[in-house]
């Protein structure tokens, strides 16, 4: 499975991003979504099942983000809204063993 993630940027506090996975060779099985932010320990955001019918969050990020899919297109989101300096950080999405490269989102 090969993983692409994209939508970082550069945002104010407050702002909204939507993170998007690109999944190639697409798995029907949970998927995540991690962060790591400078000199810091890569640490779980967020899953989402296979079906997009359950998905689950950290507690520092719940009712700010939100993870969805559409199987129909091999895409994985992340809705991150209300987004906090110490959301900073590089998101990664991951099939476990298979993890994307990165996108950065930074939030100043």
């Known amino acids: 499975v090969q993983l692409v993630e994209s939508g970082g940027g550069l945002v104010e506090p407050g702002e909204s991003l939507r993170l998007s996975c690109t999944v190639s060779?697409?798995?029907?099985?949970?998927i995540g979504w991690l962060r790591q932010a400078p000199g810091q320990e890569l640490v779980w955001v967020a899953s989402i099942d296979s079906a997009g019918a359950n998905s689950y969050y950290a507690e520092f990020v719940k009712g700010r983000i939100t993870a969805s899919r559409d199987n129909s297109k091999n895409m994985v989101y992340l809705q991150m809204n209300s987004l906090r300096s110490e959301d900073t950080a590089l998101y990664y999405c991951?099939?476990?063993?298979?993890w994307g490269q990165g996108t950065q989102v930074t939030v100043s």
């Open positions: 991951t099939n476990l063993p298979d």
């Open positions: 060779g697409f798995s029907s099985s949970y």
